[in-house]
Every structure is written in C-alpha cells, then in structure tokens.
C-alpha cells in the first residue's frame, strides 16, 4: 500500500480553505481518498472586490498570513503536492494578478485564477457519480460567495452546466441585479423541463452547515418544506440571535440567508421536492484533479 498526502487550496468569496487528504492506494483496489485535514479562514474577499472592484490592503496582509500558515501546515503534513484556485472575487479583482505574484513571492504558493466554467468542471471531478443513481436526474447546485455553479445530471451524464454571478456575498451587498435572478431562472427551467422528476444535490458550507444540523443521516435529503420552514426561521432572528440561538460563527450567520434563498429558488425553478447533502465541493475537486494529473504522468 502505498499513502500521500495532497493539498487543495480553495480562494472563494467569502473563504479561504486548506483541505489536506490522504490518497490511499493498493494494487487492485480502489483508491481511497480520506480527508485528514480541514482549515478555513472567512477572509470574505468579495465584501472587498464586489464593491471596490480591489482586494483591500487589509485582506491582502491577511491573505498573505493565511497561505504562509497553509504553506508551513502542509509541509508538516508531508504533502507531496498541491493546488491553489481562486475563485469569482479573485478573477474581478483589479489587483487580482498582482496579488498572485506578491503571494507567490512571499510564500511560494502559486495560485490559478479560474472561470466560472473550470470551477463547475473541477467540481465535477469529486465523486459525485458514486452517489447519483444512473437512471435518474439530478441538478447540482454549489453556492459559493461570488457565484453559483449548476449542473444538470441524466441517468449518470453531464447534460449543461454554467456558472452565474448569483453569490451569498454579492447578495448581501446588494450587487445582483433581477437581470442575474432571471437569466438563471429561465437556464434552470429550460434545462429541467425535459425531466419528469428531479432532485437537487447541494453543495457549500451552509447547506452542510444545516444538514449536520438537521440530524438526518448521510445519504438521507432535505425537503422542499424543511429548508422553507428553516429558511422562515433564519429570518424571524436577528444576526445576533441566529449566533447565539442557532449556534453559527459570525461570518456563516448573515450568509446562510441569502445562500437557502438560492436553493429554495432553484428547488421551485426545477420543481424538486429534495435536496441531498453528500459535503463535497471544489476543493474535493481540485485533489481529484491533482490525483488524475500525477496518474497520467506516471
């Protein structure tokens, strides 16, 4: 048996993470891959770049201090190689290519701006298809702070996808216009209308964040009336009450309201009754990638 360590660095619009996974392989065997790590920084860069169109000095100070502590955890950790991606805040930011570099100065930690298009494709790369039956339909929808990726499944295969600039901190900084909520509607509803039944699968932190709350088993999915009536309690509490009341960090408490707004709109859009929470996201994506990149190369 063979085991190493690989590391995913995901910029996104309201957080930085470092996810560290050990790739477990013996001949003949399916590889495993267990995460061994998770760390996340709420940097929240599109409060900065969504606004000013800049990062602010601030948050570059921050960021630096974040991929230096990212750089010495995976070289405690023995990672043999990793990515860094930045997400929908990064590639609007004026300054987004010089920061790059000041990083890579200052850490060694090179980073990759990507497109609304590669993200949606890295994400495919997670093990989604083993946890999709392929005689059915399903639309995938990730919610990040800058955008939203969706992609529609049938009987196991990619039908479309595509990103929209439909974000938790865009929304709480009231930058997406009705143009954005109707583009992604009529996309939603053209690509599903062909199906007769469809469930969502959903993916980010505060989906994750409600369905461990939630106390249902992994495999299990959340009701169309479940998330509405939790949606109808997030905003009867103040900010305050939903950290104190409900338990969640300060930097997930004003966020998780717009991003349940983007599900429930996309469960109504697709007409979906269910939304399964299998935890995976970009960064699962990104060590999928770097998995295939070392296969091919050997």
Request: proline share 1%; with cysteine; glycine share 6%.
């Amino acid at each position: 048996m063979t085991i190493e360590k690989y590391g995913a660095i995901d910029i996104g619009s309201n957080a930085v993470r470092l996810l560290i996974s050990s790739i477990h392989q013996e001949e003949g065997k399916t590889t495993r891959f267990k995460k061994t790590s998770l760390v996340r920084v709420p940097i929240r860069l599109g409060a900065d770049v969504f606004l000013t169109q800049k990062v602010s000095e601030a948050n570059i100070i921050r960021m630096i201090d974040a991929m230096k502590s990212y750089q010495l955890l995976m070289k405690t950790h023995n990672v043999v190689t990793y990515k860094a991606c930045a997400t929908s805040a990064m590639r609007e930011a004026e300054n987004g290519e010089e920061i790059v570099s000041l990083i890579k100065q200052k850490t060694g930690i090179h980073i990759d701006i990507i497109d609304g298009n590669d993200e949606a494709a890295i994400i495919a790369m997670t093990d989604l298809h083993e946890l999709i039956n392929t005689d059915a339909t399903y639309l995938y929808v990730d919610v990040g702070g800058g955008s939203t990726e969706f992609t529609v499944y049938h009987n196991g295969m990619t039908i479309a996808s595509k990103s929209f600039k439909l974000g938790t901190v865009r929304l709480l900084n009231n930058v997406v216009s009705d143009t954005v909520w109707q583009e992604t509607e009529q996309w939603v509803v053209a690509h599903t209308k062909p199906y007769s039944r469809i469930s969502l699968i959903g993916s980010g932190g505060n989906i994750n964040n409600i369905f461990k709350n939630s106390g249902k088993r992994a495999g299990k999915s959340l009701s169309f009336f479940y998330l509405s009536s939790y949606y109808d309690l997030l905003n009867s509490l103040s900010y305050e009450e939903r950290i104190w009341q409900l338990n969640l960090n300060q930097d997930r408490a004003d966020v998780i309201l717009p991003a349940v707004r983007i599900y429930l709109s996309a469960m109504k859009w697709s007409k979906s009754r269910e939304i399964y929470v299998p935890k995976i996201g970009l960064s699962d994506g990104i060590i999928k990638t770097l998995y295939n990149e070392r296969l091919n190369r050997k």
